[in-house]
């Protein structure tokens, strides 16, 4: 079996997902590492259902603190699978603010509803397969896991 | 995988003799072309796992093995209590996710008249899907007594039947639970969640017995061709996923605290006989627990759905087995009874003929080894055999493993025309994501012969009978 774990090369696009044999791996990119984690959060959204078909209605805030910026990452994703199965919510919008090893963020939806999202399955953790925060030849930043669904 | 890298044993035994830091050889059992398919990653994991300190005899993969977090998906590793570890990883985030079979009188032409009323009822009945909470609601004290119960709770407290608990593996309750080291986030996911099937490849199938491919043991479990079975495939649910998450990021960030280094920071493990190692023992097995008793009000509910709509009552539990787990069992390793701490990752317990663990019924022909199936496609019941403690400390293949991605899946099928097409097959499919049918389309899936085949070609269980769908509810 064919299992990729590289980002896709070039492009524009700030968001997206990684093949994987039996779960899916999520990507963010941004200009910096903050809006890579952001857009991560909206592909994690994305291996659930449509992003857009998630209205920001409410606000959750989410902290974590880690010793390195890669296990960050995961546990930034970890806490939005928490906030989402405890509130039986999904999120569509989010904002980081990374200082020290500490984030701080917020993430903005409205609770399940099944007919409208239809939502394809849960995440049930991010893993630290294919975990990798990178900085990229232009400035920019990368950030990349797999998810267990 | 690469078959240079490994060297035959028998037609369906591969082997990787210890190289770098391996302690012991990682054998995978597979036919050539399962083999062939096989992802490097499960070669480059099986590895790993082979250098973990304590593991005892090899590192083992089964024939649906697929890249995992650590371990393989379809791995199985047994650690000596004294020097061995135990890991979050070779777990899994679905703590004690499995199947269980529940065996009902009626034939499939009995059945044909009441089965888009049964489709819709067990689809009302029984909460899948993202979002869906279930109708036993629990506060702490309730959820300790469940954490501690499992399935036994569950009769306890009107779900499910007492004779039903024999047939669960630990009789229905895993003893060692700690309640008390299940964080307070892993309990907020479950409050709302008991009897709830989730999403995913999890799900509820109708089924008959298309096969008997062995008559003794099919009549000693008490199926025959034609009869209508239901499925059950599920896990612990948000409670299991949470314990999963924090205790691998724990042992991944204190590893080199017990002195151990890892070959990949997601084989997280800790010593057996290290605080943390003894907490997760205790949170997993409360999750063991809360899967146990999760399937038990599933199945009460079905039995209640089943009832409604055909009039038939008490649908006999023929097993229930789990496919991530760590358990504590005796094995012989070099002609010497030892206690061992087994982990099975995607895989079955598979205990043979004889074996005291097994219930009355069950110990003189072996246990029930139950492969799911994935909405169109067969699933299969075999039989635990002798030799299989031999192969892989008794252990067996849990499904057929997928062989597209959801990516893939989405491009190559619409869930629309999956449930028509399937339908044209009589086979009616339940699910509020049509996405979601579409990401679990039975073509993304490996052929489950291919994998039941390798698996009693290798030793590790025997064909009993094939099951086919006549109409599953998916998450």
């Given at each position: 079996m064919h299992a990729e774990t590289q980002p896709p090369g070039g492009?524009?696009?700030?968001w997206g997902h990684l093949r994987h044999g039996s779960d899916i791996g999520v990507w963010g990119r941004g200009r910096t590492l903050e809006e890579a984690f952001e857009r991560a959060g909206v592909a994690l959204c994305a291996v659930m259902?449509?992003?857009?078909?998630?209205?920001?209605r409410e606000a959750v805030a989410v902290c974590c603190e880690a010793p390195d910026v890669e296990v960050l990452f995961s546990d930034w994703l970890n806490a939005l699978v928490y906030e989402m199965a405890a509130r039986r919510m999904l999120f569509s919008r989010f904002e980081v603010h990374l200082a020290d090893g500490r984030l701080e963020g917020r993430a903005w939806g409205e609770p399940v509803d099944v007919a409208r999202h239809e939502p394809a399955v849960e995440v049930k953790a991010a893993t630290l397969t294919g975990l990798r925060v990178k900085r990229e030849e232009d400035g920019g930043w990368y950030a990349q896991c797999v998810v267990d669904v | 995988m690469d078959l240079a890298r490994v060297s035959r044993h028998a037609e369906a035994e591969w082997w990787v003799e210890?190289?770098?830091?391996?302690?012991v050889p990682a054998v995978v059992y597979a036919s050539e072309p399962l083999m062939r398919e096989m992802d490097e990653k499960v070669y480059e994991q099986a590895c790993n796992v082979a250098s973990?300190?304590?593991?005892?005899?090899a590192a083992y993969a089964m024939p649906d093995a697929h890249w995992g977090y650590?371990?393989?998906?379809?791995g199985v590793a047994a650690f000596d209590e004294e020097e061995g570890v135990i890991s979050a990883g070779g777990v899994?985030?679905?703590?004690?996710?499995g199947v269980r079979l529940l065996e009902t009188p009626l034939t499939r032409e009995q059945l044909e008249p009441f089965k888009q009323a049964l489709a819709d009822a067990l689809y009302h009945e029984v909460p899948v899907g993202m979002g869906r909470t279930g109708r036993v609601h629990l506060d702490d004290a309730e959820l300790d007594a469940m954490l501690a119960g499992g399935a036994r709770w569950a009769v306890e407290q009107g779900?499910?039947?007492?004779?039903d608990l024999p047939r669960i593996e630990e009789g229905g309750c895993m003893a060692?639970?700690?309640?008390?080291?299940?964080s307070r986030r892993a309990r907020s996911r479950q409050a709302d969640e008991m009897g709830t099937l989730g999403s995913g490849n999890h799900y509820l199938e109708v089924q008959h017995?298309?096969?008997?491919?062995?008559a003794r043991l099919a009549e000693a479990y008490g199926l025959r061709e034609g009869q209508v079975v239901v499925s059950i495939h599920c896990g612990s649910r948000g409670l299991g996923h949470q314990i999963g998450t924090e205790y691998l990021r724990e042992m991944s960030l204190e590893a080199a605290r017990h002195g151990l280094t890892l070959p990949?920071?997601?084989l997280a493990c800790a010593p057996i006989r290290s605080d943390v190692g003894r907490e997760y023992l205790g949170a997993m097995r409360a999750a063991i627990n809360c899967a146990l008793a999760n399937r038990e009000i599933i199945t009460h509910l079905v039995r209640r759905a089943f009832e409604r709509v055909?009039?038939?009552?008490?649908?006999?539990?023929?097993f229930d087995v789990s496919h991530n787990t760590c358990k504590v069992e005796e094995h012989e390793v070099d002609g010497k009874r030892r206690r061992l701490f087994v982990h099975r990752k995607g895989a079955t317990r598979a205990f043979g003929p004889g074996h005291p663990d097994l219930p009355p019924g069950l110990r003189e022909v072996g246990q029930p080894v139950l492969i799911g199936g994935s909405m169109g496609t067969a699933s299969y019941v075999l039989a635990g055999t002798e030799e299989s403690e031999a192969r892989a400390f008794s252990s067996s293949a849990h499904g057929a493993g997928r062989s597209h991605s959801r990516h893939d899946a989405l491009r190559l099928w619409r869930g629309r025309e999956v449930v028509d097409s399937l339908a044209s097959r009589g086979i009616l499919i339940r699910s509020p994501s049509m996405r979601g049918v579409a990401e679990e389309a039975?073509?993304?899936?490996?052929n489950v012969v291919e994998v039941v085949d390798a698996a009693e070609v290798a030793g590790l269980s025997h064909k009993v009978a094939r099951l086919e769908p006549l109409a599953c509810i998916k998450g």
């Open positions: 492009g524009e696009r700030s259902t449509e992003p857009s078909r998630v209205e920001p | 210890p190289h770098g830091a391996m302690r973990l300190p304590g593991i005892v005899k650590g371990f393989p998906i379809g899994g985030f679905d703590i004690s996710c779900y499910g039947a007492w004779e060692g639970a700690r309640p008390e080291s299940v017995v298309a096969r008997v491919e062995d990949d920071r997601e055909t009039g038939v009552s008490g649908l006999r539990l023929l039975p073509g993304a899936y490996k």
